[in-house]
């Protein structure tokens, strides 16, 4: 598990809440245009690349972007560690305020100095130990010739960013680096994507510029090489699985030349020496895999179990079946789907299937068998099975656990707690020590039972400062007594990270472990677990 935010003062917490309160309206407005523009069909400029600069310059004339003057030095609200989707997102909290250059700077000529880089594939740029890179200045375009432009190479020029950059380091000035980072991984192999929604940025904190040399480019012509040095006792980002800056090699179309990111080794992070003891523990039920991890020098595994991807009901157990909605159209109109009615008018889920940034009620009513709509609707989100790489790992101190290994958005459906429901009368009969028993019944008297058939919602553990929500959702029956207990990102979960949700919240929640001590090492941590 990768190491939580350092606790955060009253008035950064303040600044914190408005840097995510402007991304939830950024990616609000996002999807709005983004349905609208794919509508319009607006020939060859793709309706995404518009919809996100377009969202970000509305904002901008609304002044919705959060700390407009440009600074050197961290910005307020924003942590070390912090992963963002979009580039545009990076203009509207005010990390980075240019939309393609890779040099932000502030002052002109002599006077400039960087405020921050972006250190992507598009230049020859490389990581050359742990916390080390070597930065191409800006301009020359020596490594990308666009088939539809006429521009050829030419030598890159000391000004502007370029400028800015010999500045700060000749004033020992920091200059925030923001990393893009691989995410996807294939047969063990890290590949790039062009695409937005496929590529995650990391603010990796504050860096010096250390030494300036020019050399030849790909095509021959003179370029900036910066030499950065991260500045010492910053929080460590601790991204796993290797996440890499690749170089371009345009002859190939692949990117060549990867250099893992190597990161200071902080309490909390995954071991260095972590092997694999099972390759999927779902044996192919899951649409990825679900690896188990120990470190290198514990063979131990978990009792065995029967992986399960659907809740499996007692037989004394009545199913009212629920009557589905009679959209054909993808239940667009919200005034006419009995599903999204019964949300109170309003669909739970935006555009991406995440979770609307306005949904206050625990309750979901999703469409499902009964219904007439497609299963592509955007109603249907929890029954679509996970949708990120996850691991168990054996904890220090709680038993097993899970941790992500790919960056998961804030309002994303992770897993659902699956088992075997029964009616608390049966449980006298049932529990044993390691029972990972979920009381769902609300005074009805339910609970789920995942001990001998569930899935990797079992392993996930308590925490008071939890990353994960739990919502009651609905669309096999309309019994309100057992709902299917789901859970859902309640932030931006960095790869590397442990999943947990607070057990307290939950009522009834008997916990897996015979104690009720709390080990979760969060800042809000109040020592116990109610069972």
């Known amino acids: 598990m990768c190491e939580e935010p350092l606790p955060l003062s009253a008035s950064c917490s303040k600044e914190r809440t408005k840097v995510k309160q402007a991304l939830m309206v950024y990616r609000d407005l996002f999807c709005k245009l983004l349905s609208e523009y794919e509508a319009e069909q607006l020939g060859h400029l793709k309706p995404k690349t518009k919809a996100l600069t377009e969202a970000a310059m509305l ?29 545009a997102e990076l203009n509207v909290i005010g990390l980075h305020r240019q939309f393609s250059s890779g040099i932000d700077y502030i002052g002109k000529g002599t006077n400039s100095l960087a405020t921050s880089i972006v250190v992507t594939h598009r230049y020859a740029n490389a990581i050359k130990s742990c916390g080390s890179l070597v930065y191409i200045g800006h301009g020359g375009n020596p490594d990308v010739r666009s088939k539809s432009s006429n521009v050829l190479p030419h030598d890159q020029k000391l000004e502007v960013g370029n400028l800015a950059l010999k500045n700060s380091m000749d004033a020992k ?11 996807a991984r294939f047969d063990g192999m890290y590949t790039f994507s062009n695409s937005d929604s496929n590529c995650r940025y990391i603010y990796d904190g504050l860096y010096l510029v250390e030494k300036m040399t020019q050399g030849r480019g790909k ?10 040095n991260r500045i010492l006792e910053q929080p460590a980002t601790c991204v796993s699985f290797k996440d890499v800056i690749m170089q371009n090699d345009s002859s190939s179309g692949r990117f060549a030349g990867s250099t893992p990111m190597k990161r200071n080794k902080s309490k909390g992070c995954a071991a260095q020496k972590d092997v694999v003891r099972v390759n999927d523990v779902s044996k192919g039920k899951e649409k990825f895999p679900i690896r188990l991890v120990t ?6 595994i978990p009792p065995s179990f029967d992986y399960i991807v659907d809740i499996i009901y007692s037989e004394r157990f009545n199913q009212p079946i629920l009557h589905g909605c009679d959209c054909v159209d ?11 009615v019964k949300n109170g008018g309003t669909i739970p889920y935006d555009c991406n299937k995440r979770l609307d940034s306005q949904m206050k009620s625990s309750l979901i009513y999703e469409c499902g068998p009964s219904c007439k709509c497609s299963k592509s609707c955007i109603n249907r989100v929890s029954q679509c099975g996970i949708q990120f790489q996850l691991e168990i790992f054996k904890t220090e101190l709680k038993g097993w656990g899970v941790r992500t290994r790919s960056f998961v958005p804030s309002g994303s459906f992770v897993c659902e707690y699956i088992g075997e429901v029964h009616h608390n009368r049966e449980a006298g009969s049932r529990l044993v020590v ?25 392993f996930i553990n308590h925490s008071c400062s939890p990353n994960l929500h739990v919502h009651d959702i609905f669309y096999g029956h309309n019994e309100k007594s057992i709902p299917h207990k789901v859970l859902f990102a309640i932030k931006d979960i960095a790869a590397g990270r442990e999943l947990s949700y607070n057990y307290n919240c939950c009522k009834g929640r008997i916990i897996k472990v015979g104690s009720n001590s709390c080990y979760c090492g969060s800042p809000q941590c109040n020592g116990h677990i109610h069972i």
């Open 295 to 300: 470190s290198i020098d514990c063979v131990e």
């Open 330 to 340: 993808g239940c667009v109109d919200f005034k006419k789907c009995g599903c999204i």
């Open 219 to 228: 095509f021959g012509k003179l370029v900036f090489k910066f030499t950065m």
């Open 434 to 458: 390691d029972d990972y028993i979920f009381n769902i019944g609300d005074g009805k008297g339910f609970f789920i039972d995942a001990t001998r058939r569930g899935n990797i919602g079992r």
């Open 59 to 87: 904002m901008r004339k609304k002044h919705q972007w959060e700390d407009t003057k440009k600074q050197v030095g961290h910005v307020k609200g924003i942590e070390v560690g912090d992963q963002f989707q979009y580039r």
């Open 173 to 183: 000035s920091p200059v925030r680096v923001i990393l893009m980072k691989a995410c």
